[in-house]
């Protein structure tokens, strides 16, 4: 299956849950790539590829205030 390219004119701040499983990965390379702002919950935040450039939320999708601090932009990054 052929990669799916989406373009928009202003960069988006994204919510993405599972960063570092491959999905997540390719997602968070291409969301960068595009000059996206990623907001990414992890439970293991030393696995996350490319930290610098991602703002990393230590957690668990199960955890609301955790979810809550991802989709909001709120509380501090990690890593």
Do not use: C, W, Y
């Amino acid at each position: 299956m052929a990669p799916v390219s989406i373009r928009v004119s202003d960069p988006l701040q994204i919510a993405l849950f599972g960063p570092t499983g491959g999905t997540g990965q390719r997602l968070t390379a291409q969301a960068i790539d595009a000059d996206h702002k990623i907001h990414a919950l992890t439970r293991s935040p030393e696995k996350l590829q490319r930290k610098r450039e991602v703002r990393v939320i230590e957690g668990n999708v199960l955890d609301s205030e955790a979810v809550k601090t991802a989709v909001l932009n709120r509380g501090t990054a990690a890593g």
